[in-house]
């Protein structure tokens, strides 16, 4: 004898997929394990971290009393495999103070995900530092822009398609909804231009956008970039001011302007440009960096 059983889907229980809290506890284990691995190996607690845009690699060797790790010898640290970046963290001083630098940065484009782009950013949130400063070089979108220009970051618009805080929130990283009001630091802005005068270096402040290449943008894209506001674009920093913000560190942005975007200029982009322009404008930049490190807040 066979019995046919009916069953009604409507009301089954819904299945729950704990995948993306299993995904976020894993960050956070991630994350501390990686924390613990430096703090074993970092003397002296730094105050500001900074990430160093093409161009600014320089920088890191100029820190003194340092100590250098190469990303694939960091616990779960992201490598890049993009050119000009050289990826090592470095500890030393700078100006008066205890920095941790990044040379060279992870991108979407390559690949890796959110997760994996902010990791370091959440590193130095683990480590307790107070401040972060980001650098990048970034196409000027503004038709008063011209390559060799640095920008002041006021603002983002947040051009991927994605944020790095989708999904399930994990309350020891960060508040589920954190503002973004002054992502950008107001005090720290205008330290920055205060420097800026001081050195006699011009600048320029402006919406960054950030896009999620690798391609570069098209002249229609570049019109709806300054329709809705925005300078300059680039394929960086917005995924980690985000973090950043999540974990309540300072943030203070500067972009320098390595090429015109597309639409703007009679020239082709190519990758070899932003590099020739970055070099070019590096001791300038370098400089801006170590008087604004000196008078962080």
């Known amino acids: 004898m066979y019995v046919t059983i009916y069953v009604d889907l409507c009301f ?23 924390s613990a691995w430096l703090e074993e190996r970092i003397e002296q607690q730094p105050e500001i971290a900074l990430i160093l845009g093409s161009g600014l690699g320089a920088l890191a060797g100029e820190l003194e009393d340092d100590v250098t790790f190469a990303y694939e010898d960091i616990p779960h640290f992201p490598v890049s495999a993009v050119e000009g970046h050289a990826g090592e963290l470095v500890v030393g001083d700078l100006e008066g103070r205890r920095v941790v630098a990044m040379n060279g940065r992870v991108h979407y484009y390559e690949g890796w995900t959110l997760d994996e782009v902010t990791f370091p950013v959440r590193v130095f949130g683990m480590l307790e530092l107070d401040q ?49 009001t002054d ?14 005068d001081e050195l006699g270096i011009e600048l320029e402040e402006g919406v960054y956008a950030g896009m ?29 001011v985000i973090v950043a913000n ?12 390595t090429n015109l975007a597309a639409g703007q200029g009679d020239e082709a ?16 930049f370098i400089e801006l960096v170590r008087g604004v490190v000196a008078e962080s807040p």
């Open 269 to 284: 982009l190519d990758h070899a440009e932003v590099e020739e322009v970055a070099n070019r404008i590096r001791e300038t």
């Open 132 to 180: 972060l400063l980001v650098t990048n070089s970034a196409g000027g979108a503004h038709p008063a822009f011209d390559p060799g220009d640095l920008m002041v970051i006021s603002d983002h618009l947040n051009l991927t398609g994605d944020n790095p805080l989708r999904g399930d929130n994990d309350e020891r990283l960060g508040p589920r909804f954190p503002d973004m």
């Open 246 to 257: 999540h974990m309540g560190l300072r943030v203070a942005g500067i972009s320098c302007i």
């Open 183 to 196: 992502a950008y630091d107001s005090e720290w802005r205008e330290i920055i231009h205060r420097v800026g």
């Open 12 to 34: 089954m229980p819904p299945v729950m997929d704990n995948s993306s809290q299993d995904s976020n506890r894993s960050l956070y284990r991630r994350v501390s394990e990686t």
């Open 212 to 240: 999620m290449g690798p391609s570069y943008e098209t002249p229609a894209e570049i019109q709806m970039v300054q329709t809705l506001g925005g300078d300059a674009v680039g394929m960086s920093t917005v995924p980690e």
